[in-house]
């Protein structure tokens, strides 16, 4: 996958935030709905005529440049480490720009990622805020 380079300004933006997030929903549910589709219709995407099968991966591709987008600018503008420890469908779904921006504790309890434990998330996300 091609990194993408975002070449606007990066300094957080509220709106900016939201809508990289809801591109990256859309596109995930897009990706999601077709799949669906064709797992009903075929049993499983791999059974799909080829033609359908390339429109799934066109909409995976799709997929992953939104969310790379929503990723390079929460990374860029986060002072935490959002790469280890948290689901990435949590990313896009649950957090919130207040909880994306700040050093401070987390407004809420992120979910914990696979195989991880309270004890290995605890320092990433400090003290939870009441």
Do not use: H
């Amino acid at each position: 996958m091609a990194r993408y380079n975002m070449r606007r300004s990066m300094k957080p933006s509220p709106e900016r935030f939201a809508a990289l997030q809801g591109a990256a929903r859309a596109a995930r549910a897009a990706w999601e709905g077709y799949k669906r589709t064709l797992d009903r219709r075929y049993q499983s995407a791999c059974y799909a005529p080829r033609v359908k099968v390339r429109k799934l991966e066109v909409l995976t591709r799709a997929r992953a440049r939104a969310e790379q987008r929503f990723y390079v600018y929460l990374k860029a503008i986060s002072p935490r480490d959002w790469d280890r420890g948290f689901p990435c469908s949590w990313l896009i779904d649950g957090l919130g720009y207040a909880d994306a921006i700040t050093r401070d504790a987390l407004s809420v309890v992120p979910p914990l990622a696979f195989q991880w434990t309270v004890e290995d998330q605890r320092p990433l996300i400090g003290r939870i805020a009441s």
